[in-house]
């Protein structure tokens, strides 16, 4: 029982020191580039598209060709997707006293589709590229300046640089 004891000690001081290390490579990193939404037409906190304007933060970091790709594929998808949420919602709306509310659903399901979608899509780039350039794209919800609604925002993280030993 004693070694159990000791093995669990251990194991609280490995994570202690992770935990440590993790939050002072975080102090040091730079805020995190975001990307607002731009679009006209919002659907339960999603923009109908996302600035495409290189930011100055991310010179040096990543090609302005390929963050105008990225965020041109993530406004793709916002272009398939977006136009059948607004359809739903007005059908949803305008049944919604005889429905009780159900007729909202939909619009729903499709929202949370569509955002499963577009987090599918960023994993998709960071694995493809931005991870190698140690970045990180994640889609956020984040209070708007203007007002007290919520909005979906694209995050972009710099992440350390920790660097990977090989045996010789």
Known sequence: ??????????EEEEEDEDRAAEEQL???APDPVVVRGSGHVTVFGLSNKFESEFPSALTGKV????????????NGCLRKTLPVNVRWLLCGCLCCCCTLGFS?????CLSK???????????????????KL???????????????????????????????????
């Open 1 to 10: 029982m004693e070694d159990f004891d000791e093995i669990y000690e251990e």
């Open 26 to 28: 975080l102090k040091y």
């Open 63 to 74: 090609a302005p060709e390929e963050f105008k790709a990225s965020i041109n594929r993530v």
């Open 104 to 108: 909202l659903w939909p619009v729903i």
């Open 113 to 131: 589709r569509t955002r499963r979608s577009i987090e599918k899509l960023l994993e998709w780039e960071n694995s493809r590229l931005y991870h």
């Open 134 to 168: 140690c970045l990180h794209w994640r889609l956020s919800k984040r209070k708007c300046e203007s007002n007290n609604m919520m909005e979906y925002v694209i995050l972009i993280e710099f992440l350390p640089k920790i660097p990977i030993f090989r045996p010789d």
